[in-house]
DNA sequence: CTAGCCTTGACT
DNA sequence: AGTCAAGGCTAG
């Protein structure tokens, strides 16, 4: 150890001798050397951090992020099959090393909020200086996230996304490959809404990743069409297979008395579709004179496209009555809203089932459909509406929908939106 | 399906 | 030539 320094002193004639510090060096390198060698090529030369999604050792950047294989992968997968994947622990699963294949859903979403892009996909070499920013960043996430998360809780819900700046601005190029990705031309469909062609700061100021707001919207459709989707559609169904009939003695009740008699009923209906309403993301922070256009524009098509599942082999079984199994059959629609409007609707739900939406697309559509109300002016509205559209584009690329799915879904839409439309001007004449 | 290792090819 | 990420391959 000593003698170290007075090799130094001969080093420059006579021929190389170790120094200690020379000597440790190669010791390190060696034992460097045979680490690696041992391990293969497991162990990187570069330390790349943690693994933005489970926190595993991360093996590089992929997809934009400090990842490890595994995630990678599993990211690399998820995008090739664009499977559905679905939570059955609440949607808050902790993604960890040892647990990350337990959840694919809460897996996927730690993904993205990772901020895994396909747009940050690249071949080759990154330079230093970019790898190293990558990397500091996302050691300042992780730090910020690590005090401001309580150790006991797993991460935040998917749900609670949008309050994760730094997510926005890492997702802000996903987003836009997303909707690059859709391939049907909305604007054929949509008027006025051309999201392939629509800039930038659209979908900057789209703060809400289209994946979380469609989660959202299916959770609360989900949760508010419980008593529809549930409780009312399997009575329905009993009744369909057993060929119930309607409580025929309604049709000698006039019009008037047949309102009243299910008011209560219609009245509730109408209640839980507001309140429906006025769950769904952006849907409360409208003003009161814009809520309030909307919900009279809008109600009745709410509530119809709601009940769409009772309506099964060419009856209606939307209950009016459930203890007295009354529902809203033909007769009695007939007698409430004239064969006209009557015909229409039946019509219209023969068609739309037709169709055969999933819960998912529904809980999409009936936001987009009952934001674009074109007889109030509002930006609040109209920006929603951009939004709901650009949504409703998403789900239905991801469910591979084709332009004949779009013809006639837009067709179906507009028997209902005229049949409604006539409604108004009856209503208006009366 | 998962994830570690390997090959390929883009980039410095 | 060296580096590094994407994607392929495959045992488990």
Redesign the pocket.
């Known amino acids: 150890m000593h003698e170290s320094n007075s090799q130094l002193g001969q080093s420059n004639s006579a021929p190389a001798v170790l120094t200690d510090q020379a000597f440790k060096h190669l010791l390190d390198d060696f034992e460097t050397y045979n680490y690696n060698k041992k391990?293969?090529?497991?162990e990187p030369?570069?330390n790349?951090g943690k693994c933005n999604v489970c926190g595993?050792r991360a093996?590089?950047?992929?997809?934009?992020v400090p990842s490890?294989?595994?995630?990678?992968?599993?990211f690399?997968?998820s995008v090739e099959?664009s499977?559905e994947y679905v939570c059955y622990y609440g949607y808050n699963c902790e993604i960890t090393?040892k647990q990350?294949?337990r959840c694919?859903y809460c897996?996927w979403q730690a993904c993205l909020r990772g901020g895994m892009s396909l747009d940050?996909?690249?071949?080759?070499?990154?330079?230093?200086d970019e790898?190293d920013k990558i990397i500091r960043e996302n050691n300042k996430a992780c730090s910020a996230s690590d005090s401001s998360t309580d150790s006991a809780s797993p991460r935040s819900t998917p749900f609670a996304l949008d309050q994760n700046a730094n997510f926005e601005h890492k997702s802000k190029t996903f987003h836009q490959s997303l909707l690059n990705s859709v391939n049907i031309k909305t604007s054929n469909y949509f008027p006025g809404v051309d999201i392939i062609s629509m800039n930038q700061s659209c979908v900057e100021n789209g703060l809400l990743t289209l994946s979380v707001l469609r989660d959202k919207c299916y959770q609360i459709f989900l949760e508010c069409n419980y008593e529809f989707d549930h409780v009312h559609y399997e009575k329905a169904v009993k009744l369909a297979e057993s060929g119930g009939r309607p409580h025929e003695h309604f049709s000698s009740m006039c019009k008037k008395s047949i309102i009243e008699r299910f008011l209560p009923a219609l009245q509730k209906n109408i209640k839980t579709s507001i309140d429906y309403i006025r769950k769904l993301p952006g849907f409360g922070s409208l003003s009161h004179k814009e809520f309030e256009h909307v919900v009279i524009d809008r109600i009745f098509l709410v509530i119809t496209l709601r009940v769409a599942k009772l309506f099964i082999d060419g009856e209606f079984y939307l209950f009016l009555d459930l203890d007295e199994g009354v529902y809203f059959s033909r007769t009695i629609m007939n007698k409430a809203y004239g064969p006209n409007l009557t015909n229409d609707i039946f019509e219209f739900l023969d068609k739309f089932n037709q169709l055969k939406l999933t819960d998912q697309e529904l809980s999409v559509f009936i936001p987009a459909v009952i934001s674009s109300i074109d007889t109030v002016n509002s930006d609040e509205l109209y920006n929603l509406n951009v939004y709901y559209k650009k949504l409703l584009s998403y789900e239905f690329s991801l469910k591979k929908r084709d332009n004949t799915f779009m013809d006639k879904l837009k067709y179906t839409y507009d028997l209902l939106s005229d049949a409604m439309k006539r409604n108004r001007e009856v209503d208006l004449e009366a």
Not at 39 to 42: E, M, Q, T, V
């Open positions: 391990l293969k090529k497991s030369k570069y790349f595993d093996t590089g950047i992929h997809y934009g490890c294989e595994g995630c990678k992968g599993f690399k997968r099959r499977d090393p990350r294949k694919k897996r940050s996909v690249r071949m080759g070499r990154i330079s230093r790898r």
